[in-house]
């Protein structure tokens, strides 16, 4: 993994989606040797609040990317460009 993580996934435990959405990024990511994290929404009020209804939610370069679900090819060209 980079040092850098340029792709952060916002999920919360239990989350079938969030699992599908972690093995795409798991891949892309380490495909193209770019960082990533995933903070769990649970852990944040705010978080919480603002995301609830659209996690998994993912961004790249802190711009929101995704939302659902995580389309293999638009994140891989996202994080080509």
Same mark, same amino acid.
């Given at each position: 993994?980079?040092?850098?993580? #340029? ?13 599908? %959405?972690?093995?795409?990024?798991? $891949? ?10 995933? #903070? ?28 659902? $679900? ?7 060209? %996202?994080?080509?460009?």
């Amino acid at each position: 993994m980079a040092d850098t993580s #340029r792709v952060l996934l916002l999920g919360k435990p239990g989350c079938h989606l969030c699992d599908d %959405a972690r093995e795409v990024i798991s $891949r892309v990511c380490g495909d193209l040797g770019v960082g990533w994290e995933e #903070r769990d929404i649970t852990a944040s009020e705010e978080d919480t609040r603002r995301y609830w209804d659209q996690i998994p939610v993912t961004f790249v370069d802190g711009v929101q990317h995704d939302f659902w $679900r995580v389309d293999e090819r638009r994140l891989r060209t %996202a994080l080509s460009s």
